[in-house]
């Protein structure tokens, strides 16, 4: 099998092996350049909300979340991610990140972001992963799932408690002074590439 290998590698010319050599280093180098750019890596490490504020689209939302009861009890992926395995909350995050980033750089997302069905159904388990003592034993609300809650069967907690925690987001203007309250981070482009691009 080895030696197969061996003689189909010897077989390519040298000019086509250089140049898939070089496609192959452009690729990987734009792609890393792409992942540095959007600062990929503050999204895996750890759960620092400072992360979501990459998009200046999320600047209300960390904004509201500052001001409201959960600031300093739970952070953004306490909320938005599943917690049932590693795998499930990073692949979550993966896919749930690509496609944020897909609907930006296609100038797809919306004045106020609006949780997809996917997204409402981690976020409403979370909501009873927190608050199960106080449904279940001081409210007596019982758990009712989000599926239940879309069949009309009960409410979704946000049905009650829309405003928690990022308040009142009808659209980016409804928190003008966000962008001074938020800790935007600076951009990731080096200087010498700025010049290049002015």
């Not at 100038?107 to 279940?136: F, P, S, W």
């Amino acid at each position: 099998m080895m030696e197969k290998l061996k003689d189909y590698v010897h077989a390519i010319p040298f000019r086509l092996k250089v140049t898939l050599l070089v496609l192959a280093g452009v690729f990987v180098g734009l792609g890393a350049l792409f992942m540095y750019l959007l600062r990929a890596h503050t999204y895996f490490v750890g759960d620092n909300p400072g992360a979501c504020v990459n998009c200046h689209i999320m600047a209300p939302y960390y904004a509201t979340w500052s001001h409201s009861s959960h600031n300093g009890r739970a952070t953004c992926n306490d909320c938005h991610v599943p917690h049932q395995s590693l795998t499930l909350k990073y692949g979550f995050k993966a896919i749930d990140g690509l496609k944020h980033t897909a609907y930006f750089v296609t100038n797809a997302e919306h004045q106020a972001i609006k949780a997809e069905k996917l997204t409402g159904q981690v976020v409403m388990d979370n909501c009873i992963r927190c608050h199960t003592q106080l449904n279940q034993e001081f409210v007596k609300t019982g758990r009712i799932g989000y599926m239940q809650a879309k069949a009309g069967e009960g409410k979704a907690c946000w049905d009650c408690h829309r405003q928690v925690p990022h308040g009142k987001m009808n659209s980016l203007s409804s928190t003008p002074w966000a962008e001074t309250q938020v800790p935007i981070p600076s951009s990731p482009v080096p200087d010498w590439l700025e010049g290049l691009l002015k």
